[in-house]
Every structure is written in structure tokens, then in C-alpha cells.
């Protein structure tokens, strides 16, 4: 369409030029003593085109001439900024093949010429940048040629570049997080978590950002900051599902075992969430925990109770490992002569008579309740079907002490034989 017009417009512009120009008698006389210069009107119009186009060239051409100079100049900047980029690439391709004394090298040859490029007249305004970025290849090359002065002489330069309003404010944020990886890997994790703390609000909670704090504060055995951080980074998906909660469960592992007395441990637990508390490994060392620091029997119950629901209800997300665990936290906190939980694991026992670890679980019950019978046929039952050793010995030790106390000193000693041999 718009090409059709423009061919319109050029018919239209040919006919009216046609119609000027053809009829046209008019004249021009131009007296010039002693002459006279006739001409027709046409000729006069394009003898002016004419001279108004020569004096337009002539114009563009010496105001081209004047450019020259400075043009050279551009030119030669031009040339140096390509060459400062140049070495800039060369740098960090060597970097990443770790070829790390050629990529310093490469990147002081480019920080000459940034200099110089700084320097000029007609200097870009990125070359603050560039200089940074220079500076920061240099001292990640030191870094990883173990060189602590040279890096830290270029961060400092940087920090002034920077300070003097060089470079955007996501260059600062680079260089406060290639400090703090510098200061994880030279074992200071107090000074990552500084570097760190120099980054504005909105970066605080950037993945990059909360990799490395996770990795400072597990360095600095800040194991609350470093859940809360592990938090964080599985609710931005930073980590696989599974990956996730394996780390939040080995940071609240640390957390319960670090518990010094019952309150602090309780206090601990209180801090969970609800995902957490009912994963059965953190339950279980809990529970076990409180038992060990002599803490209330009914809490560590309580802490249990979810995850021994959760055993009965999906049996097949159990394996042996973690029922025996069960068992030996339960049997532990037996001492407590909880009636409602002896009668529940005998309960359950009774509905499920195959499993060797509920029939453990019962007659022990059993035995703490004086019920001298029953308990040396379910211990019976269980202890030549039981998965672990020690729960093997424990129930013929029980048989044993069972066999003792009425007397029966044949089934004792058979039972204290098969104690010492599993």
C-alpha cells in the first residue's frame, strides 16, 4: 500500500512539473553591466537546484574535513575499547579452562587499556564497569592460585572504583558475593556472613545470596540461622524435594542433639513446623534425646505418638530400621508406667501378630506391668523372628531373668546361651 502511493505521488508531482514547464514562457533577465543574460524560467530554476546542491556538497565536504580529527580520535578509542573487551573474553575463557596465571595476565593487560581508555577524552561511559570487571577476574584468578594479597589489593581497588560511583549497584552485589565464597573458602565464615550483610534488602533473599549464608552458618555452627535459611531455600526451590528434606532434617538432627537439658530441647522442638515434626527420624531422635537428659517420659511420648500413628496407618513407608528405632525409644520410655500407651502397644500387638517387633514391643510392655505370663510368650514369639541383634539379646535376657525368677533354671541358662550367641 504504501508503495502504490508513492508511485501515486510521483505521477501526480510528474504531471504538475509537465504542466509548469510546458506552457511556461516566462523569462529571466539578469544585467549584468555591459551584459544582459536572457534566460527562460526553467533554465533559471534549475541552474538554482543546481547551485544550491554544489553548495550543500561542498558544505557536507568541509564540514567532513573538520570531523577528521576527531573522528581519528573515536577511531583509535574504538579500537582500544574492542581491544580492552578482547582481553576481557580471553580472561574469563582461561579462567574457566583453569588456566589461571594466563587469565591474570590477560586481565592486567586489559586493565593497562582500560586505564588508557579511561583516560581519553572520548571514554565510554562503561568503562568504570569494565575496569571492575577486570579487577574482579584478577583477583578471582589470585583467589584460585591461593595469591591473598594480590586478590585482596584488587578487591580494594574495586571497593574504590565502586565507592567513587563507578559501575551499576548490581557490581557491588557481585563483588560482596565472590568476598563472601572467598572468605567460605578461606574457612572465615563470620566474614561471609559480614560480606553479606553489606548487600542491600532485595539481595538478602536471592538464592546465590542464601547458598552461601547456609554454607557460612553451618561453617559457624549457627544452626538456627542456618535452618531458617535452609527454609527459605526450599521454599524458592533451590534444592530437590528430597534433597531439601534431607538437609533440614540433618541441621534439625544437629539442633536436637545440641540441646544441653529437657527445656532447651523442648524450646527446640517448639521451633519446628509441623512438616518437620512428623518426619519419624526427627521424632525418634527427639524422643530419644529427651530420655537421655532424663526429661519427661509423657513429652517424649507425646513427640512419638504421630509418627507410631503414622507406622500403623502406612505400614509399607516403614522399613526395619526405623521400627526398630521406634522400639527402642517406647521400650525407653516405658520406665514412665504410662498405662494408656502399655495398653495401646498391646493392642496393636494382638491385632498384628506377625510382627516381631510389636510382639516385643508387648511383652515388654507386659513385663513392666507384672504380668510375668504373658510377657514370656510374647518375648518368646519375638525373639527368634526379631531384625536387630539388640533387641535379640535384650528379649532372651528378659526370658532369662523371667526363667530366673521362678525358678526354672534350665530355661534360664538356655536362654542366657542364646542371649550370648546372637
Known sequence: MRAALWLLGLFAAAVALALFAGDNQGMVTVFWPPHRVDLSVN???LLLLLAFALLYVALRGFGALLQLPRRARHWRERQRERATHALLLDAMTQYNAGRFLRARKAAE???????????????PPHAASLRVQLHMTVAESAHALQ?????????????AALTA???????????????????????????????LGELPGGAHHRTA???????????AARLTEAMETARLLAKHRAFSPDAARSLV????????????????????????????????ELALRAARRMLDLGGDHVVARQWLRPVWEQMLAVPESFDDIDRVQ?????????????????????????????????????????LHRGLWGRAQLLLTQAARALPDVALRQHAWRALAQLAEQRGDEAAAGEAWKRAAQD
Open 326 to 366: 521406634m522400639a527402642r525409644v517406647l521400650e525407653a520410655g516405658m520406665a514412665g508406667d504410662d498405662d494408656e500407651w502399655l495398653a495401646r502397644i498391646e493392642a496393636v500387638s494382638q491385632a498384628n501378630p506377625r510382627s516381631a517387633i510389636l510382639q516385643y514391643l508387648a511383652g515388654m510392655a507386659c
Open 209 to 219: 545470596a542464601l547458598r552461601i549464608k547456609l554454607k557460612a552458618a553451618r561453617q
Open 165 to 195: 560511583g563507578g559501575g551499576a549497584s548490581e557490581l557491588r552485589e557481585g563483588m560482596l558475593l565472590r568476598a563472601a565464597r572467598w572468605a567460605l573458602h578461606d574457612r572465615d565464615p563470620s566474614g561471609a556472613l559480614e560480606r
Open 43 to 45: 533554465l533559471a530554476l
Open 147 to 159: 595469591d591473598r594479597a594480590t586478590r585482596e589489593q584488587h578487591y580494594a581497588l574495586v571497593q
Open 109 to 123: 593487560t586489559g586493565l593497562a587499556r582500560a586505564q588508557a581508555l579511561a583516560d581519553g577524552a572520548d571514554a
Open 249 to 280: 532434617r540433618g541441621l534439625a538432627g544437629d539442633l536436637i542433639q545440641g540441646a544441653h537439658d529437657p527445656t532447651q530441647l523442648q524450646q527446640v522442638w517448639a521451633a519446628f513446623d509441623a512438616s518437620e515434626r512428623a518426619m519419624p
